[in-house]
């Protein structure tokens, strides 16, 4: 009848819509956690650096974080055990964060998180005692079929108020000196 060119139509633009969206979705996370990549990352920095400025009394924090030691892992274990701590790494830092912050994989074993509306700097500080406990609780791995229990340790390094700088790559960078 005269109704189904239409349809074809409309299903067409939902269709290009939702492909539009799983692209964009794919170009800002990461394939292996499903984090936030580096350019949603900055983005994410940057929108909470103008609620920052309209907000004075809450504090935003930059915390640059990187698994020691996980090449050991990699090599030791092959490359499915270190995508495995990877992903868990990123769910745990998912659970200890606020719904407005971001966790992004930055890198191979470096994760980014933005802490929002924190109020002080005794909090950003208990919030990553938090991450850092919550990191090196052992990791369960099979290792080909002998599950195997691992620990790693995180450095953290962190940049908030006026050391976030110039711009979300200037935060990061500066989290990441703090780190070293």
Sequence with gaps: GEGDGSFALLSDVTYRRRMENELRHK???DDLTGLANRTLCIERIERARERAKEDSDSMLAVLFIDLDRF?????????????T???ETGRRL???VHELDT????????????LEYE?????????????????????LLDNGGEPKEIQLKASIGFTHGPGLGEDGHEAV?????AMH
């Design 94 to 96: 998912q659970e200890k």
């Design 27 to 29: 170009t800002l996370h």
């Design 71 to 83: 090449k050991v892992v990699n090599d030791s274990l092959g490359n499915e055990a270190g995508n």
């Design 119 to 139: 109020h002080s700097l005794r909090d950003v500080i208990q919030r990553i005692k938090t991450i850092r406990q919550e990191i090196e609780k052992p990791y």
């Design 85 to 87: 701590v990877l992903k």
């Design 173 to 177: 960078r500066n989290a990441n000196i």
């Design 103 to 114: 966790v992004s994989r930055f890198g191979d074993d470096e994760f980014v998180v933005v």
